[in-house]
């Protein structure tokens, strides 16, 4: 697995301060289409690339399961753009917790 973290500037002249950081010239916000921008730049720069995917900075990975439920994705199509909202896997309800 191989992490990126993703950040815009619409003025493109910003320059990653950490290694892990990838910069697009595109304005940073949910709906100007940063995620669009993502997934063409990570086609284009990462080619030995499988997989290539998105998700907020605040989510956790249980990469397992991830990876167990795309063994079992099949599309006839070789490059497929898609998405599908994962559950929080492990969420206990605070009435469980023992708290009261």
């Not at 709906?31 to 998105?54: D, L, M, Q, S, V």
Request: proline fraction near 5%; aromatic fraction near 12%; charge should be negative.
């Amino acid at each position: 697995v191989f992490v990126r973290f993703v950040l815009g500037t619409a003025e493109g002249a910003a320059v990653a301060a950490e290694p892990d950081e990838t910069i697009l010239p595109i304005e940073e916000t949910m709906n100007c289409g940063k995620t669009r921008a993502w997934f063409r730049h990570a086609a284009e720069t990462y080619p030995w690339a499988t997989h290539i995917a998105k998700m907020d900075i605040d989510a956790f990975p249980q990469w397992h399961q991830l990876l167990s439920g795309m063994r079992n994705f099949s599309s006839p199509c070789g490059n497929v753009f898609g998405g599908r909202a994962w559950t929080a896997w492990g969420h206990r309800d605070t009435a469980d917790d023992g708290s009261g």
